[in-house]
């Protein structure tokens, strides 16, 4: 049998993690931003509709921001506990200032959800704007209720 390698996100304790910012990894000039926004293991999970609502809403506000040309990608975990954040040539405390405005964006946000047509979104219906800001207040009360030191518990700089 091949012997593959664990991967990096799966060496971190996630019994240990708490909500947060946290760089997951670095390749090159890209850097992963963990954007943990529930306790893993814990029972409290995103629903799909909230993870993909908030989604649509903070790609599209990241984009137009002042790292947007920097964005490599933004989306949901699959355990339904965060979403990942990949940014060229990042500055941690300016990303970090920038998630924060993004999420008030989001929170104060008027009109119509971002790609919520059938030509736009490939599951358009599942998609609700205040299931979008609830999360979205609820992860930026997090962030500023703590200092973001964006290592996981136990790493060193």
Known sequence: MEKIQKIASFTVDHDLLSEGIYVSRIDGDVTTYDLRTRVPNAGDYMDNLTMHSVEHMFAT?????EIGERVVYFGPMGCQTGFYLLVRNAVNEE??????????K???????????????????????LSSAKRECERYLNILESKENDFLYKGEKI
Do not use: P, Q, T
């Not at 506000?61 to 921001?65: E, I, K, L, N, T």
């Not at 990303?95 to 008030?104: A, D, G, I, T």
């Not at 989001?106 to 609700?128: P, Q, T, W």
């Open 61 to 65: 506000y990241v984009r137009a921001s």
């Open 95 to 104: 990303v970090l200032e920038v998630v924060k405005r993004v999420l008030s």
């Open 106 to 128: 989001i929170i104060n946000h008027s009109g119509e959800m971002f790609g919520a047509v059938r030509k736009e979104c490939g599951n358009y219906r599942n998609l609700d």
